[in-house]
Nanobody
């Protein structure tokens, strides 16, 4: 199994910033795409941002221009810099990766445990 450990959530005022980080561990052959999803109460989980191994990024329209995703392939980490936060960004944020372990023949999606982000005054 690939373990994903997230950090960096918390409470922030509207207009503030937070940085989420996620580290993958395990006997990993390759990590393909990495990304961040979020789920607000009563809503479905949605993609926030993703990044390929080569660095190509994709963002939800609602976060474009405010959030920046980055990754360090050597350290198997992915980060999400969130600026100009709004109350509607409040959600549990989940780290995700598509990875193949040394013992596998195909890649599988893995999820972190989630970290709460609350934007409120």
């Amino acid at each position: 199994q690939v373990q994903l450990v997230e950090s960096g959530g918390g409470l922030v005022q509207p207009g503030g910033s937070l940085r989420l980080s996620c580290a993958a561990s395990g006997v990993i052959f390759v990590i393909n795409a990495m990304g961040w999803y979020r789920q607000a109460p009563g809503k479905e989980r949605e993609l926030v941002a993703s990044i390929t191994r080569g660095g190509t990024t994709n963002y939800a329209d609602s976060v474009k221009g405010r959030f920046t995703i980055s990754r360090d392939n050597a350290k198997s980490t992915v980060s999400l810099q969130m600026n100009s936060l709004k109350p509607e960004d409040t959600a549990v944020y989940y780290c995700n990766c598509n990875a193949r372990m040394l013992t596998q023949t195909e890649a599988t999606d893995y999820w972190g445990q989630g970290t709460q982000v609350t934007v409120s005054s």
